[in-house]
């Protein structure tokens, strides 16, 4: 998917403008922080469980290279194939040439963030490859030519007017004056539609949530069932994932599994927690004949062993998100990359750039509350502080930011002259500022086009506490 | 337990209270001095948080070097403000993490720094606020002080101990108000979004004065209600605490 990261406070400015998306986001922000806030209130022993994930995940990424040659050989030993990619072309042209050997025409994907990363559909279509989106969400953004706006609800920013109105639109085929006002309406329609797709799909393409080291198994989490139907009826499953996903043993995988869901949905578990291990076997009875797995680095491996590693504990929960006043009032697409919310923030500078991504980390008031509920304890405004240093040392940070800290610093650095300085500027402001504050300041339009700028009291505490220690 | 000898309390004044505010400052060392605590002002300028939050990190460490070195003869550390204690105490040990001396330096300031509400209930046991203010408050958790600090009920205990004052809790109390340094001139709109939420939660409260324990945040919905016509006072909880009724609101004239 191409980066609009650099548009951010362009697509911000829109967003806090747009009746539909306020709507949407003022539901949204009540949602799934109260369901969390309810499912981890049941678990007594979910800050333990935090504690351990993330001990497991940063084990397993301090030995990143041991577990996935271990999940390599295990997906060997049951029948599949592991592909490694470097980057999203690498990826791109290995799931290309699966599916033109396989002469594929349709192919049924399940909900992937990673194929999103890479711009998969796109390079499908190119090569006239029809793939279809089968998580409900997904499957309604492909048709409006939109991509998602969260990571776990993808559709969050829509509601159940625009989805009925996009399906009478495009489902032409049905009784136009057919019942869609309720959302059971409309997942009734999509599975309808969504049948033939499972059943005739040359491919099925799914992400993984998790891998398992210890026996080569791929995990993936729905609601809706599309998953397990991605990746058992066609004649091929491929995986798509981040190299970061895997852990050691299937107990650690259930460890997260705990996690995941109450924080993203506040579910104690998904509806279908789908294991995959290899092809289909000679008594089973069903599952895909070809078992790819495609292992995507795009950047993961420079990030470990530097004090950005901690990013790669995500597992796609979304807490972080869900739980964000800036993503509250802008919404996912004000990102313009596919990890929005402050996950976004810190992940995608290493993903797509840190010139294309400044914005990301710098919109933040480092209020910690993602930080509070990360399952796996990511130091978020710790990594997009970071990344801010990155931007600075790069000296891509504005000339205005850059000559404002160089000036602020000379004196700020002298305490005595920044005294006499600062209670000099102050008395004169305070004289300004006699009605008690300015409706505008000078280079402070920032502030003073939505706010009062209040006055300051005419002396500094320091000069005042002087004059009274010697009074 | 308090300490049993008068503990040497170094004030960091904050730049915004040594500018804009020095009634906070006073209020700070009135409820100090009663706690028991000998407070001295060592000479200061800016605890290096702007340039810190704009990855300027040179900067940072020049300014954190001469506070790390005037603050060292100080047994306590303590500021009406999470958010700038929040650097000295967290920040202050990243920034050096790969120079073991000014390591050792910070990490020493760190452990003895603390914010203003919290010192004074924790630390040094203080429990009943000093009576003078009278009116109906709502209280906004800074974010810094909440969540680097441990800033949550100390406050409002003190505050319970005033007869004149009656606390009433908005909604999302510990919501971000959207001033986050420079990110309020940064990102305009959305922190102005972000703020108006905010004096929707304090409005619907009905308390005629709305505080908070750090003055960037108070600064910001001081001029946000102010723009919006409401006639709410904003006033520093150390204020409130010192029983100082007469300095005026945040944002409103004297007299």
């Avoid at chain 1, 033109?100 to 194929?115: C, N, P, Q, Y």
């Avoid at chain 1, 901690?310 to 929960?317: A, D, G, S």
């Avoid at chain 2, 108000?177 to 959305?190: L, R, S």
């Amino acid at each position: 998917m191409q980066p609009h990261s650099a548009d951010f406070p362009a697509r911000a400015a829109d967003a806090l403008t747009d009746p539909e998306l306020r709507r949407a986001l003022t539901k949204f922000k009540t949602g799934f922080p109260v369901n969390r806030a309810r499912a981890v209130a049941n678990l007594p022993e979910f800050e333990a469980l935090r504690d351990a994930a993330k001990a497991v995940k940063d084990h397993t990424l301090s030995h990143l290279d041991h577990y996935l040659e271990a999940f390599e050989a295990r997906v060997r030993d049951s029948g599949g194939h592991v592909h490694w990619a470097r980057d999203a072309a690498e990826a791109r042209s290995i799931i290309l040439r699966l599916a033109t050997e396989r002469d594929a025409r349709l192919i049924a994907k399940g909900k992937s963030m990673v194929s999103e990363e890479i711009g998969l559909n796109a390079a499908l279509e190119a090569a006239g490859i029809k793939a279809v989106e089968t998580d409900l969400g997904e499957y309604i953004l492909q048709i409006r030519g939109e991509v998602p706006s969260h990571i776990v609800a993808p559709a969050l920013h829509l509601s159940k007017e625009q989805v009925a109105a996009d399906f009478r639109r495009t489902h032409t085929h049905l009784p136009p004056d057919r019942p869609l006002d309720q959302p059971t309406d409309l997942l009734a329609e999509a599975r309808g539609e969504l049948r033939d797709v499972f059943l005739n799909a040359d491919i099925g393409i799914t992400g993984a949530n998790f891998l398992v080291a210890e026996t080569g198994s791929t995990i993936i989490v729905t609601n809706e069932g599309n998953g397990d139907l991605t990746q058992t009826l066609p004649r091929c499953h491929i995986v798509l994932t981040g190299i970061e996903k895997v852990v050691p043993t299937l107990a650690d995988a259930t460890l997260m599994l705990r996690l995941l869901a109450r924080s993203a949905t506040g579910q104690e578990i998904t509806a279908y927690t789908t294991f995959s291990t290899g092809p289909r076997r000679a008594d089973d009875a069903d599952g895909p004949r070809e078992f790819h797995v495609v292992l995507l680095d795009n950047g993961r491996s420079a990030l470990l062993g530097t004090e950005m590693q901690e990013v790669l504990r995500c597992i796609r929960c979304g807490a972080c998100m869900n739980h964000c006043p800036v993503y509250h009032a802008v919404g996912g697409h004000a990102y313009g990359w596919v990890y929005p919310g402050p996950i976004g923030a810190a992940l995608d500078p290493a993903l797509i750039g840190v010139k294309e991504a400044r914005h990301l980390p710098n919109a933040s008031t480092f209020c910690g509350k993602c930080e509070s509920v990360c399952p796996v304890k990511i130091p978020l405004p710790k990594i997009m502080h970071r990344w801010r240093e990155v931007e600075f040392e790069k000296r891509l940070s504005p000339p205005s930011v850059r000559q404002g800290l160089w000036a602020w610093g000379l004196f700020a650095k002298r305490p005595r002259l920044y005294r006499l300085i600062t209670s000099i500027a102050m008395r004169v402001m305070g004289l300004m500022g006699k009605e008690g504050s300015f409706k505008s300041l000078p280079l402070a339009g920032g502030w003073t086009d939505t706010r009062d700028f209040p006055a300051p009291q005419g002396r500094t505490f320091q000069s005042m506490y002087k004059d009274r220690r010697h009074g | 337990m308090p300490p049993a000898n008068p503990p040497k309390v170094g004030l960091l004044v904050t730049c915004l209270v040594d500018l804009f505010r020095p009634s906070v400052g006073f209020a700070a060392v009135t409820l100090l001095e009663r706690a028991g605590c000998q407070v001295t002002v060592p000479s200061q300028s800016c605890c290096g948080q702007p340039a810190w939050n704009n990855g300027d990190r040179a900067t940072t460490e020049a300014l954190a070097r001469t506070m790390i070195q005037a603050f060292e003869g100080c047994d306590y550390v303590v500021a009406p403000s999470g958010s700038c204690s929040g650097m000295l105490h967290k920040h202050y040990p990243e920034l050096f993490r790969d120079d073991p001396a000014w390591a050792a330096r910070a990490t020493a300031l760190a452990d003895r720094t603390w914010e203003l509400t919290r010192f004074l209930t924790d630390i040094m046991g203080l429990d009943t606020a000093i009576p003078g203010f009278a009116g109906t408050v709502t209280y906004h958790d800074s974010c810094s002080g909440l969540r680097e600090m441990g800033v949550k009920d100390q406050p409002r205990r003190l505050l319970a101990s005033l007869p004149g004052v009656e606390l009433t809790e908005m909604p999302g109390a510990d919501v971000c108000c959207g001033f986050g340094g420079t990110f309020c001139v940064k990102y305009p709109d959305i922190s102005t979004h972000m703020v108006t939420e905010k004096v929707e939660a304090i409005v619907a409260t009905g308390a005629d004065t709305l505080l908070a324990g750090d003055l960037g945040c108070l600064m910001n919905m001081a001029g946000r209600l102010s723009r919006l016509g409401h006639d709410i006072d904003v006033r520093h909880v150390a204020e409130v605490l010192a029983g100082d009724p007469d300095t005026a609101p945040i944002g409103r004239a004297e007299g």
